[in-house]
């Protein structure tokens, strides 16, 4: 997923990047450079495919789809 689809997905459930922060207990600059793929955390890279409601494999193919490839 791109950046501003993983933003509009959600702003659509009502979750914000500082209350992902706030559960990650990093800041907001770190969850917006994880969502522009400025910056690599499996921690955030989960927690905001979670809060989606999406497999991260699909919100962030760019790093788990080769995963997934592998192990197959």
């Known amino acids: 997923m791109d950046p501003l689809t ?3 997905e959600l702003r659509k459930r ?3 990047q500082a209350a992902i922060a706030r559960e990650a207990s990093v ?3 770190a969850v917006s ?3 522009s793929r400025k910056m690599r955390s ?3 890279q989960r927690l905001v495919a979670d809060k989606i409601g ?3 494999e699909v919100v ?3 790093r ?3 995963a997934s490839e592998v192990k197959s």
Request: charged share 20%; no cysteine.
């Open 27 to 29: 800041t907001e600059i």
């Open 14 to 16: 009502h979750v914000t």
């Open 60 to 62: 962030f193919p760019d």
């Open 64 to 66: 788990y789809a080769q």
């Open 54 to 56: 999406k497999p991260v």
């Open 42 to 44: 499996d921690n955030l």
């Open 33 to 35: 450079r994880v969502i």
């Open 6 to 8: 993983i933003q509009f």
